[in-house]
Each structure stands twice: as structure tokens, then as C-alpha cells.
């Protein structure tokens, strides 16, 4: 999938990678999309509950040899 922003996340805990997240949004116009990286577990969690709370979409998810990956698309 394509993302007009990479945000790297990878070695950062609670709350770091959703203080990120909402950084790198806020920069973004409606419409685009945001690809986050994190290794917290606890972002399995807190990024789609921060994200339905913002309206915004996630579009997809995946993990990887721990790093999960976040597709989301700007309210």
C-alpha cells in the first residue's frame, strides 16, 4: 500500500508511538495516509482506539518479525 508519510516507531513504548502518530497526522490533509512502524504490542491496541476516537480509518495492519505496520488514512 501506498503512504504519503513513514513514521518509524520501532523501539518506542506506550506512550511514545501515539504522540508520534498524532504528530505526523496532524501534518497530513484529509484523505491521505499515514504508515506507521511500531514494536509495542500495546499499539495493537491504542493505535485503532486512537485512531476510530480522531475518525480516522485504518486501512490495514499487519506484523512482521515483531514489527507491526499500520496504514492510516486521515479523517
Do not use: R
Not at 496532524?26 to 512502524?37: A, K, R, Y
Amino acid at each position: 500500500m501506498k503512504s504519503n508519510l513513514q513514521l518509524d516507531a520501532k523501539g518506542l513504548s506506550c506512550p511514545m508511538p501515539i504522540v508520534k502518530t498524532k504528530k505526523a497526522m496532524d501534518t497530513l490533509t484529509s484523505g491521505e495516509i499515514l504508515e506507521v512502524q511500531v514494536t509495542d504490542k500495546g499499539a495493537l491496541a491504542d493505535i485503532p482506539a486512537w485512531a476510530k476516537a480522531g475518525g480516522h480509518t485504518i486501512l490495514d495492519k499487519s506484523e512482521d518479525a515483531g514489527v507491526i505496520t499500520f496504514f492510516i488514512q486521515k479523517a
